[in-house]
């Protein structure tokens, strides 16, 4: 047995996210059943982080053990004919057996991108978050520095977690303004469910000024879900890197 | 009874053409459904060109009559509610009974966009031609030119067409080279059956250097679809512009 490294590109956009599940389509699914057509073999893949229904990765990190005599190389190619056309591997290589995409990463690196010209937004419906509000991008840039370090990110948590550690260190936080899109670069030791999402709510509600850049300090504090923006939707999200 | 004429934005991925067919998704059957839901009557669409399965529009032009009291302005808004979000009424307003969106048309403006990078392609695989050959654009600029003015385009017309005047008029043909997107950005009084597809693929063969750029005239006089390019992909043609 030999471990394999995938790294892999999807449109998140007609997928139930990328965890397995019984009676919907998703990422993991659609990757192990093109394996199983491939070496007629049942195989369980493992992934650098589980992205959620209409999220995108343009490198999502996903590993699993085979004794196929298919060359570590040759995996990208061989795959992709038995994979969807919105799911491509783009590199596959050997790796150590006691490699972990998720305990090894050191961090990872999100985008989340919205658009906010009122033409073309047909066709960026699942790629960006469209928005034509007034923004005040300056302030959103402003807090953006206070999320930054070693938080207890509980007030930017899905409600409902079950987990236990809340901390996370946030290394880089910054919004590029290149019209007609804005897009925060976000990366970070690890998120939380839908933090991205709540971060990116909650900047959209300074942008429209109905929060203070500072205020963003004063949500990490109390630790309370209720009190940070809204989630926002999934399809400005990617997954752009995962470091080890 | 009063003319509504609308301007339709569509990603074509998912509909068998813009061409109203009884047992396929099309653009048409989709607005004429809408408009069936909104003010439940059965009324006819007209447009101004009828794009094929894959093929994208950021313009279309439609006109329908009714009697309805919905204000012409309000169309766009009203009927938004009841269609597909891949469909998009971006403006309606009362037009004169005897304007006609096809035979009123004085040229249209297509773009057929080529992607050059080999990333990100997963996301773009519906919205552009993705091609990474080594294209000699200079030669495909050159060759853009020999395509204006009015001749007879039979070579560049889909075998099978029934249509007897193939005299058309190209008013503009440019390759706009923005990396990395190449962009054909080209104006007629009217396309044949797959012109702009046929054109594209010839253009690719001079990109090529299989086909001197010159040899485009020697192509057009000889009016046989045999001796020009094969037929590039519906996905890189947009609908961008209807002049009346």
Not at 54 to 75: C, E, M, N, Y
Not at 80 to 107: C, Q, W
Not at 164 to 173: M, V
Not at 226 to 238: D, E, I, S, W
């Amino acid at each position: 047995m030999h471990r394999i490294k995938l790294i892999v590109e999807y449109d998140g956009s007609n997928y139930h996210g990328f965890q397995r599940q019984d009676n919907a389509h998703t990422v993991q699914g659609a990757i192990e059943k093109g394996i199983l057509k491939l070496i007629d073999k049942k195989i369980t893949i493992t992934s650098a982080g589980r992205t959620d229904t209409g999220v995108h990765a343009l490198a999502q990190v996903v590993t699993f053990d085979t004794d196929s005599k298919i060359p570590p190389d040759r995996w990208q190619y061989a795959l992709n004919n038995y994979l969807p056309y919105d799911i491509r591997i783009i590199n596959s290589e050997l790796t150590s057996s006691d490699f972990h995409p998720r305990y090894d990463a050191v961090s990872k690196i999100y985008n989340y991108k919205i658009y906010r010209h009122t033409k073309g937004t047909t066709f960026l419906r699942n790629y960006a978050l469209c928005n034509t509000d007034t923004l005040d991008v300056e302030a959103m840039q402003k807090a953006c520095t206070f999320l930054l370090g070693t938080h207890n990110f509980t007030s930017f948590c899905a409600s409902g977690s079950t987990i236990r550690n809340l901390e996370r260190n946030i290394i880089a936080c910054h919004l590029d303004d290149s019209w007609p899109f804005l897009t925060l670069i976000i990366e970070a030791n690890g998120f939380l469910r839908n933090m991205i999402r709540i971060i990116v709510g909650s900047l959209l509600e300074v942008g429209r000024k109905n929060i203070a850049p500072e205020k963003i300090n004063d949500i990490i504090k109390a630790e309370d879900r209720r009190v940070a923006g809204p989630t926002a939707g999934p399809q400005g999200l990617y997954m752009m890197e995962v470091k080890f």
